[in-house]
């Protein structure tokens, strides 16, 4: 067959194959357009899964009368005009490929009233035939009706699943944006019955509401609010307490100046910054949104916009990890006014003994289990207040339970404060703060190791020496394909040092930094905070457990201990008037 130029209409069908997934591509495209034309209300209409009918309809500017079929045409759009725009592109769509794309596989209805003009119109296209413009009865902004998807492609038809399935993926999506416009109205509808309707939402208030309606009550409940803005990168959203964690990452939304996208390095950085406050295997929850500067973010980085590029990686990662974990800081009783939920708990830990070697890190335990007695002393030396005025977040102690738990009461009720798991995380946050206050240690192994690696991984160490050094790593090029490890970070020395590397090289090829050294450290002295803590059975006095709340009080991430198993719960009184059955 000789090189011939394809047909436009065969061009934007090849085209809808990567714009045009399924129905759920099309809502998206079509309600990211109503979002670029400043729409405050938007309304999504499906019929049989989408296959049937999409129509959107929103208030935005609206298209005039003149570029209606232009705007059918590939490649036409008013949102950029050269290198430049698309090189700091800020709308949610710039490529001019949705509209024909998709009236390449469908019958499409495109009605539309301009701001101020005194008459609608709309064109028709089917099979990539473009109808004149004609006069039409609509309100100012825009119609886009899809009726039968893929009518002329039964091959892409087949792969469609259920109705039910389809629609599913339309109400994910729709609910994606809804998260990243909180301020703009959206109406769902599937035959004919309203599955979504949130009003706009402009007030702090409203958007937690939102948050609840799509994200489900219990997240509402056990989220903080995060608002920090650091060299030009501003952050925003809702991070979900330690306590409320999922099995699988599914509740997880990132938005990038405004478009949804999934992103490792972002991903990354929140995960590192939950790093020693969830449970083993568990996933954090979140809705972020990151606001930049466009040019510093290549939005052109997937064929779905999917996914974003940054230009400074490692910069972006270390805003956001910076600011999650300083929220995740206030994780304390009395931090943010948040009472973790009640939970059961029967977890005793055993007398394991370990051998700690000499200096700072060790001082710290030791003053830490000996600082109760000191604390106790002090504070037998007067009577604990008990106004309500000055009452702490974890009040005062009354008695310890089974050797395990100390019960305390406070305003709200009654307190119950696993004391082993609390005094673990305030153990590790001493030695932490120790062990950042000193300078980094290297020591050199006795034998240095060989590693054989990749040439490009060879290429990369040499590129990167300076940030393997500010890791403890001295790491030299001993042949093309062949490292040799001569130094370590000393707190590491027993560690596996080809491992180590291996990890530190796979984590800068990926994302230009490196948090293993880091992460190694933290697991290092957490095994040595939790088994140089109170453990069970030991009998505490009065005094000693309230030295152990005020420190808990005064601990950052104190609400979970080193495991991400929480440290304390609360029975309010209204509880405790429920299970007697008090005033009824």
Not at 210 to 218: D, V, Y
């Amino acid at each position: 067959m000789p090189i011939q130029q394809l047909p436009s209409h065969l061009v934007n069908q090849i085209a809808a194959g990567e714009v045009v997934e399924r129905p759920a591509s099309v809502v998206k495209e079509l309600v990211e357009n109503s979002l670029d034309a400043g729409a405050q209300s938007v309304q999504i209409d499906i019929v049989a899964g989408g296959q049937k009918l999409i129509r959107i309809r929103d208030d935005g500017k609206g298209i005039s009368k003149d570029e209606l079929a232009l705007a059918l045409s590939r490649h036409a759009t008013s949102k950029i005009s050269s290198l430049d725009d698309l090189e700091a592109v800020a709308s949610l769509g710039f490529r001019g490929e949705a509209l024909p794309s998709i009236a390449s596989v469908a019958r499409l209805t495109l009605a539309s009233r301009e701001a101020g003009a005194d008459s609608a119109w709309q064109v028709e296209a089917d099979g990539g035939n473009i109808a004149a413009p004609a006069p039409a009865a609509h309100p100012g902004g825009t119609t886009v009706e899809a009726h039968d998807l893929f009518y002329n492609t039964p091959a892409r038809r087949r792969f469609l699943r259920t109705e039910r399935t389809e629609f599913g993926h339309i109400e994910k999506w729709v609910r994606r944006l809804a998260l990243s416009r909180p301020e703009i109205a959206f109406t769902l509808t599937h035959n004919q019955r309203t599955s979504l309707n949130l009003p706009a939402a402009r007030t702090h208030e409203a958007q937690r509401q939102r948050i609840a309606r799509i994200c489900g009550e219990s997240f509402a409940e056990q989220c903080v609010y995060l608002e920090r803005e650091t060299e030009g990168i501003a952050l925003a959203g809702w991070i979900g307490l330690p306590t409320f964690n999922r099995s699988q990452p599914d509740l997880q939304y990132w938005f990038v100046n405004g478009r949804s996208v999934t992103d490792k390095t972002l991903a990354h950085a929140v995960r590192h910054a939950y790093r020693d406050v969830l449970f083993h295997g568990r996933f954090p929850a979140y809705v972020l949104n990151l606001t930049m500067d466009p040019s510093a973010v290549d939005a052109n980085a997937h064929p779905a916009k999917h996914e974003v590029r940054f230009r400074d990686g490692r910069r972006v990662h270390g805003v956001v990890s910076q600011a999650v974990d300083a929220a995740l800081k206030e994780t304390r009783p009395g931090g943010h006014g948040v009472t973790p939920i009640p939970m059961t708990r029967s977890s005793v830990f055993g007398q394991g003994t370990m051998s700690l070697p000499s200096g700072p890190r060790t001082s710290a335990v030791r003053e830490t289990l000996a600082g109760y007695q000191t604390m106790a002393a002090g504070a037998a030396m007067h009577e604990e207040p008990r106004t309500d005025d000055d009452v702490p977040p974890l009040g005062f102690a009354v008695a310890q339970l089974a050797g395990v738990y100390i019960l305390a009461e406070n305003r709200d009720g009654l307190v119950v404060v696993d004391m082993h798991a609390a005094h673990e995380r305030i153990v590790y946050e001493k030695l932490k703060r120790g062990y950042d206050d000193r300078d980094l240690v290297r020591q050199p192994l006795l034998v240095p190791e060989t590693i054989a690696v990749a040439e490009s991984e060879a290429d990369l160490v040499e590129q990167s020496g300076a940030v393997l050094a500010e890791l403890g790593l001295v790491v030299d090029r001993s042949g093309p394909a062949s490292l040799t490890v001569r130094e370590v970070p000393a707190l590491l020395h027993n560690a596996d040092a080809e491992s180590l590397l291996r990890d530190v090289l796979a984590d800068l090829s990926e994302s230009g930094q490196s948090n293993r050294v880091a992460d190694a450290s933290d697991d290092y002295l957490a095994t040595m905070a939790c088994h140089h803590s109170v453990r069970a059975n030991r009998q505490l006095s009065l005094a000693e457990m309230n030295a152990l709340l005020r420190e808990m009080e005064n601990t950052e991430r104190a609400d979970q201990c080193n495991h991400g198993r929480p440290t304390w719960t609360t029975i309010t009184m209204a509880e405790l008037d429920r299970l007697f059955l008090r005033g009824r």
